[in-house]
């Protein structure tokens, strides 16, 4: 297809997609003539993956690259792969500590659920901060909603890893996309069940 | 206590007290002179509930106002009123796609989940927002999925109201607080758990 009907297909505005492919988000199409290229859907794939990681994601155009390297070149340790993938999306975490101890209390956290503890994963930094947020507000997470929290999170991790596509790439897209996407969901739905759980509890007005 | 000393104890400058007074955020201090007063540890409560509802949460100080506003006059619904509160914090939601069935994918989704649908409340346009970007992607949830989220949100939920305070005031400000402070610990730990599978899945470099 051409560039005017691939944008069409992808809802977004041809000048937009001819900015992806000037800053290499997306790959070139093949040369039909000297002022014309045929796009395919990989190119429209490629283009809803670029559109949601500059949307609500909520990535730059800079940051939305770096994540499509990974996906585009994997390479062969894909466990540290997906780590910088991940690490990649919003919202940063907390700035470390101390050398020593850089973040005490999702260390102790994740030593009380039993989970790896890995400094460099940028998760910890963000785990890190919203504790801290929450002992702050006066409302610190105790152990028991730890374990609750940590263990519901265990499940959806399970779940989540068990569909990833085994194909590398296929893998990175997964990931990136399923963490940042599936997000807002989770929370909606969290908001949403304390409202159903609250109308049973409370009653509400007729 | 003056309110030099307030302001150490809550780790803020005397000036953005004397701020969060004049906006009305932080109730009066008893007067003590002309020119001084005295605060007290309800004082010290208050502006840390300000300090996280500012800072971790993200309110301006007007919406910051209204969720102080819902803590201090519960009312008799507090049912309705929690739903207020909760509606009142970040993200925003979908524009409704019609009058008729203004969140269709929403709706779908918890009568599949068998929960209340009410399209007043701020968490539908959520998850209807975020189910569209799911499917803009190209990576919509799929029903099995959704039950996943929605059963390990449900349990959750239901945790998080057993624990609730019975007084109408501690009802809200827990809310709200458990609400948005929670959260990014819940999608923390969701990301960590993810490490953790893949490292037991696809093993690390040594």
Same mark, same amino acid.
């Given at each position: 297809?051409?560039?005017?009907?691939?944008?069409?297909?992808?809802?977004?505005?041809?000048?937009?997609?001819?900015?992806y492919?000037?800053?290499?988000?997306?790959?070139?199409?093949?040369?039909?003539?000297?002022?014309?290229?045929?796009?395919?859907?990989?190119?429209?794939?490629?283009?809803?993956?670029?559109?949601a990681?500059?949307?609500?994601?909520?990535?730059?155009?800079?940051?939305?690259?770096?994540?499509?390297?990974?996906?585009?070149?994997?390479?062969?340790?894909?466990?540290?792969?997906l780590?910088?993938?991940?690490g990649?999306?919003?919202?940063?975490?907390?700035?470390?500590?101390?050398?020593?101890?850089?973040?005490?209390?999702?260390?102790?956290?994740?030593?009380?659920?039993?989970?790896?503890?890995?400094?460099?994963?940028?998760?910890?930094?963000?785990?890190?901060?919203?504790?801290?947020?929450?002992?702050?507000?006066?409302?610190?997470?105790?152990p028991?909603?730890?374990?609750?929290?940590?263990?519901?999170?265990?499940?959806?991790?399970?779940?989540? &890893?068990?569909?990833?596509?085994p194909?590398?790439?296929?893998?990175?897209?997964?990931?990136?996309?399923?963490?940042?996407?599936?997000?807002?969901? &989770?929370?909606?739905?969290?908001?949403l069940?304390?409202q159903?759980?609250?109308?049973?509890? &409370?009653?509400?007005?007729?």
């Amino acid at each position: 297809m051409r560039i005017s009907a691939l944008a069409a297909e992808a809802g977004l505005p041809v000048a937009t997609v001819k900015y992806y492919l000037r800053e290499g988000l997306l790959q070139p199409g093949t040369a039909t003539s000297a002022t014309q290229a045929s796009y395919d859907e990989h190119h429209l794939r490629r283009l809803r993956l670029v559109r949601a990681l500059t949307g609500p994601v909520g990535l730059s155009v800079q940051q939305a690259r770096s994540v499509l390297q990974l996906v585009d070149e994997p390479g062969d340790d894909l466990y540290s792969t997906l780590g910088r993938a991940v690490g990649a999306l919003p919202p940063d975490g907390a700035e470390p500590a101390g050398a020593d101890d850089p973040y005490p209390r999702a260390r102790a956290a994740l030593e009380a659920l039993g989970q790896v503890y890995d400094p460099e994963f940028a998760a910890v930094a963000q785990l890190e901060g919203a504790l801290a947020a929450a002992d702050d507000a006066g409302m610190p997470i105790t152990p028991e909603r730890l374990a609750r929290y940590g263990s519901a999170a265990a499940d959806l991790a399970a779940y989540d &890893l068990e569909r990833m596509p085994p194909e590398p790439h296929a893998a990175v897209e997964y990931t990136v996309l399923g963490t940042a996407l599936y997000e807002p969901v &989770l929370l909606a739905l969290r908001r949403l069940a304390h409202q159903d759980a609250a109308v049973r509890r &409370l009653g509400r007005e007729a």
